[in-house]
C-alpha cells in the first residue's frame, strides 16, 4: 500500500488527516484494527476495494465510500487483480501523519516488510501501533500480544 498526503494535519488544523491510498493487486491490508478516537473513511476513485466493518465484509467500487466509527474493529484489501486508488480520511488528524511517516520510513530503509511476517518486522510494527495506541489499536493480533512485542523489542535494543 501507498500513501500520498493530499492534505496533512497542518493543511487542516488538526482536524482531519487526508491521503491517497493506492493498494497493489493481491494485497492483504493492516490487520484487523481500532481507531480509539477518531473515524476512519474509505471514498474509492478506481479499482475495488474490500473492507471489512465490525466483522462485515463488503466490497466498493468507484464513487462509493463507507465510514467507521471509532472504536470499530476494521480492516482493508485487495485480492482483485487491479490496483484500488481511494481516499482515505482521519478524524481528527491526532497524530496519524506521523504514524504513516514513521512507518513509511521504517519500510523505505528496509527495517520493516508489509506484511511484517519476519521478527523484526513484527517487532516493528508492534512498536509503532503501541507508540500511536491512541490512533490505532490492533484487535488482531491483540493489542495487549503487541504491547508485549513491543517491550521485547525495546529488551532486544530495537528502535522506531
Not at 500500500?1 to 494535519?9: A, G, Q
Not at 464513487?63 to 474493529?73: D, N, R
Request: proline content about 9%; some cysteine; hydrophobic content about 40%.
Amino acid at each position: 500500500m501507498r500513501w500520498e498526503i493530499t492534505r496533512s494535519t497542518s493543511d487542516t488544523a488538526g482536524q482531519f488527516f487526508e491521503a491517497i491510498n493506492v493498494l497493489a493487486p493481491g494485497s492483504a491490508g493492516p490487520p484487523l484494527h481500532t481507531h480509539p478516537f477518531a473515524e476512519e473513511s474509505y471514498e474509492v476513485l478506481a479499482g475495488t476495494l474490500d473492507v471489512c466493518v465490525d466483522g462485515t465484509w463488503q466490497q466498493l467500487g468507484p464513487g462509493q465510500s463507507v465510514t467507521v466509527p471509532p472504536g470499530t474493529p476494521h480492516t482493508l484489501r485487495n485480492p482483485h487483480e487491479t490496483e484500488v486508488r481511494l481516499v482515505n480520511v482521519h478524524k481528527p488528524a491526532l497524530e496519524f501523519e506521523p504514524f504513516f511517516r514513521k512507518l513509511q520510513a521504517l519500510v523505505v530503509d528496509g527495517r520493516m516488510r508489509l506484511p511484517p511476517k519476519d521478527f523484526q518486522s513484527l517487532i516493528l510494527v508492534s512498536m509503532l501501533f503501541v507508540a500511536h495506541e491512541k490512533e490505532i489499536r490492533s484487535a488482531n493480533p491483540p493489542h495487549n500480544v503487541m504491547r508485549i512485542a513491543a517491550i521485547l523489542g525495546k529488551l532486544l535494543g530495537y528502535r522506531l
